[in-house]
């Protein structure tokens, strides 16, 4: 009987947990779920004979390692900050881990290592990223083969509400880790744009957007994601004029999540004393100086910031809670924890009401030997169930849960520390992908 222990069991991680559950019989495997949250972890499993919960802080080693060690892979869905030490401990244990993070930057340090102990670190299992990077890799090895040269790659990701979904001010809901939404562009962004690099500090990411036609959904905005220049190397792209990766929202957000950055309340560092008996109008204080004119705080935030009083951002900071005098209540220590409880409270996706997925390429290639040009936007739109599982659980879980699969059954033999743009890992996972419903739609024409 082979063992999958699953870390997490979080907003992204239900369809995984029971895709991995309804095979459980048919493979002979059992699937643990371990989380701090008990409760989670045992509504995850169900009450399925062959799952269970465990009550698990990460920072257990005894427990994290005794759990491991009896494992045959790890499904890490915790945050990115604890992926290098799990993977530490699974190549100690030579245990296959699957992550659906942002590849750690030291991860790629213990490639060798893993190909001697003969186990696959597989990062960057998700959507975004994930699915993005297969689905890339899909169609600039097919362009590839066709004597085709890339000059141009843009690629958007998007999880937010579908279109009739308007519960809120801001066109937005909390599906997945509010962190992420938090701390987006914390890093800046870098990118190519007609030959010229691009570079963007943390409080100029929401500024630079622009529209993007999504067939189906209409117009979104779009702002630059991370460092879109190190896929260059990653996709082999070293003769594109342009390369940008980008996020899709709903027009609106950016300017007032801009204005959030510029207060300067996305900051997981800074520890702030005695936020549970702080008002929230207290705590938005904090951020803007003691002089200014009058006490009315919708004016000096605004004064401070360069905006209307009476504007719309101001109006989006009301709604969020910003200048009230309730409590912030909740042994909180970051002005990023309290945003992100600002998040849960005022964003939940109603009830009834779906999440939207959106990945979109779109790719400009060169065929010299045809003398043309031609334009590929792929594009998938993934819509969630309501009252059921999300869109962003879905096609999150759903490629580390294939991945896990082939792993186990002996489907997926490549080994060493890997994101999935190695066609032993994306041609069977797209696959599987597509037998679940999750697949591209590919519109080409010629272009002058």
């Not at 643990?32 to 062959?50: C, F, I, Q, S």
């Not at 590839?144 to 990701?157: A, N, T």
């Not at 994101?419 to 519109?443: A, C, Q, S």
Request: glycine share 6%.
């Amino acid at each position: 009987m082979k063992n999958i222990l699953i870390l997490g069991a979080g907003q992204s991680a239900p369809y995984l947990i029971r895709y991995l559950l309804d095979r459980s019989e048919k493979n002979d495997w059992r699937v643990t779920v371990a989380d701090k949250n008990y409760e989670l972890a045992k509504e995850r499993v169900n009450g399925n004979p062959r799952g269970e919960a465990i009550d698990f802080d990460i920072n257990d080693t005894y427990l994290r390692n005794k759990l491991i060690e009896k494992s045959d892979i790890v499904i890490n869905m915790l945050s990115p900050t604890f992926q290098y030490m799990v993977a530490l401990d699974c190549l100690e244990h030579k245990t296959h881990m699957i992550s659906a993070s942002y590849e750690n930057n030291q991860i790629p340090s213990l490639h060798k290592d893993a190909l001697m102990e003969d186990i696959l670190i597989l990062n960057e299992m998700g959507l975004d990223p994930g699915i993005d990077h297969m689905s890339a890799m899909h169609i600039i090895n097919s362009i590839r083969e066709k004597g085709g040269v890339i000059s141009c790659f843009i690629s958007y990701g998007s999880g937010i509400p579908a279109p009739e979904v308007q519960s809120n001010p801001m066109n937005y809901c909390i599906t997945w880790n509010p962190r992420n939404v938090i701390m987006a562009g914390e890093t800046g962004a870098l990118y190519m744009e007609n030959k010229k690099i691009k570079v963007l500090s943390h409080n100029h990411v929401f500024r630079r957007t622009w529209d993007v036609e999504v067939e189906g959904v209409g117009k979104l905005e779009a702002y630059p994601n991370r460092n879109s220049l190190i896929y260059q190397d990653i996709f082999k792209l070293h003769k594109v004029h342009t390369m940008i990766r980008g996020t899709l929202r709903y027009h609106g957000w950016s300017e007032t999540w801009h204005q959030i950055i510029r207060l300067g309340i996305p900051n997981e560092h800074m520890r702030i004393p005695n936020l549970k008996n702080t008002t929230y109008e207290e705590f938005t204080r904090m951020f803007i100086p003691l002089q200014g004119s009058g006490s009315n705080i919708k004016s000096r935030v605004a004064n401070y910031l360069n905006i209307s009083p009476t504007g719309k951002i101001i109006q989006n900071f009301e709604w969020l809670g910003l200048f009230s005098d309730k409590k912030i209540g909740e042994n909180l220590e970051t002005p990023a924890k309290v945003l992100e409880k600002i998040l849960r409270e005022k964003m939940p996706l109603p009830e009834g009401q779906r999440d939207m997925v959106i990945l979109q390429h779109q790719i400009e290639a060169e065929f010299p030997e045809q003398k043309k040009k031609k334009k590929i936007i792929s594009r998938l739109v993934e819509y969630g169930e309501p009252n059921g599982m999300t869109a962003i659980a879905k096609t999150v879980g759903m490629p580390a849960a294939i991945a896990a699969e082939l792993v186990l059954t002996g489907k997926l033999k490549i080994r060493g520390c890997r994101i999935p743009t190695h066609p032993d890992i994306y041609k069977p996972v797209l696959k599987e992908l597509k037998k679940n419903g999750i697949k591209f739609v590919e519109r080409t024409k010629t272009v002058k």
